[in-house]
């Protein structure tokens, strides 16, 4: 069974700052893996999705890299504005019919 | 106008209660989901649909039941409602295929509170 968990569970950076967010699944048989944000009272927004045969993904301040072989995923937000502050999750993708398995979240506050 | 929309956004019900949650999508994707989350457990997959004949049980499908009405309509219905189901609940719909076709958009969710 699939599991993801997500380091660190908070973070509270200043604006401006580069930042990590962390993801690690335990089968590295996945098909893809997926970043959202989640904001309160709002759905889940999709921020990157990386393929099981690519290695990164970037779109605009954001990067995310995937490492099949160690478990592993980081999300790259460079230069973090207040509006940043979310939910941010990961999910590993088993099979191509989309199931995701999720994480518990970090919870990111960029203070101004 | 959202291409995911959920209703109702609220909703508190008393035990034993049958009670229904829709999921309207604009996008025209053939997939839909259904997901709760749970504080400290994450979003879990109750039941997806690959088309309007096609539907499959997820990993928490117990006391849930759906339909899709239609391609944009996708129901999930409690046939009696217990507390251990008071939740956040999730409807999502993605292209399916390859690539970015799987990413999946998810609705602004309605929270449910089992009394």
């Known amino acids: 069974k699939q599991e993801v968990t997500q380091i660190p569970a908070a973070l509270s950076v200043p604006e401006g700052e580069n930042l990590v967010l962390n993801c690690s699944f335990t089968?590295?048989?996945?098909?893809?893996l997926q970043w959202f944000r989640q904001d309160p009272g709002k759905g889940l927004t999709s921020l990157l999705l990386?393929?099981?045969?690519?290695r990164e993904q970037t779109s605009g301040r954001l990067n995310a890299s995937l490492d099949k072989s160690s478990g592993r995923s980081t999300l790259y937000i460079a230069a973090s504005q207040p509006g940043d502050s979310a939910t941010y999750l990961c999910?590993?993708?088993?099979?191509?019919?989309?199931?995701?398995?999720f994480g518990q979240g970090t919870i990111l506050t960029v203070h101004p | 106008d959202a291409d995911v929309t959920q209703t109702p956004r609220n909703r508190i019900t008393k035990t034993g209660k049958r009670i229904m949650l829709e999921c309207s999508q604009t996008?025209?994707?053939?997939?839909m989901y259904w997901y709760r989350q749970d504080p400290g457990l994450g979003l879990r997959l109750i039941y997806y649909?690959?088309?309007?004949?096609?539907?499959n049980k997820g990993e928490i499908s117990d006391g849930y039941s759906v339909s899709r009405q239609a391609q944009a309509k996708f129901s999930l219905s409690l046939e009696s409602a217990i507390p251990n189901q008071t939740a956040l609940y999730f409807c999502?719909?993605?292209?399916?295929?390859?690539?970015?076709?799987?990413?999946?958009?998810f609705g602004p969710g309605t929270r449910l509170l089992v009394l």
């Open positions: 996008k025209g994707h053939d997939r």
């Open positions: 999502a719909t993605s292209a399916g295929g390859t690539g970015d076709q799987e990413t999946q958009y």
């Open positions: 649909s690959f088309d309007v004949k096609d539907i």
């Open positions: 089968d590295s048989a996945i098909y893809n």
């Open positions: 999910s590993a993708g088993g099979t191509s019919y989309g199931k995701l398995t």
């Open positions: 990386i393929q099981s045969s690519q």
